[in-house]
């Protein structure tokens, strides 16, 4: 499990859910994990591409490839998040996350999901 260090989130043409994940062994090692959709532009994309990008600075991308969110899931009593996507699973610890970042970040990802294409629970 990896502990947050903060939650960014943005509304506007871009919705923007991006954690900053530390390293499991040396906290100072700082990644980001960004969920991203742009709602307005979708309609330019194939069918295939539609819905929440997922990219982890830690890990190697192939460049174009899509990856694709699948499932979030929020233990609010736990304070864990764990994200799905067509790649990976990722654990979460939100312990240290203050009440009003994760409201704000619940009502991204549902604003996100508004074809509901992620599964989404507890958020």
Do not use: H
Not at 40 to 45: N, P
Request: aromatic share 8%; net charge negative.
């Amino acid at each position: 499990m990896n502990n947050v260090a903060c939650i960014y989130v943005e509304t506007g043409d871009d919705l923007i859910v991006s954690f900053a994940v530390c390293g499991p062994d040396d906290p100072t090692k700082v990644a980001s994990l960004t969920l991203l959709r742009t709602p307005k532009y979708e309609q330019f994309l194939y069918e295939w591409e539609r819905g929440v990008s997922v990219s982890f600075e830690a890990e190697k991308n192939d460049g174009d490839e899509v990856v694709l969110l699948r499932e979030v899931r929020y233990g609010a009593a736990e304070k864990v998040i764990t994200v799905r996507s067509d790649r990976a699973t990722y654990e979460l610890d939100v312990k240290e996350m203050d009440p009003e970042e994760l409201k704000e970040m619940c009502g991204v990802l549902r604003k996100m999901n508004f074809d509901s294409s992620v599964k989404l629970e507890g958020v």
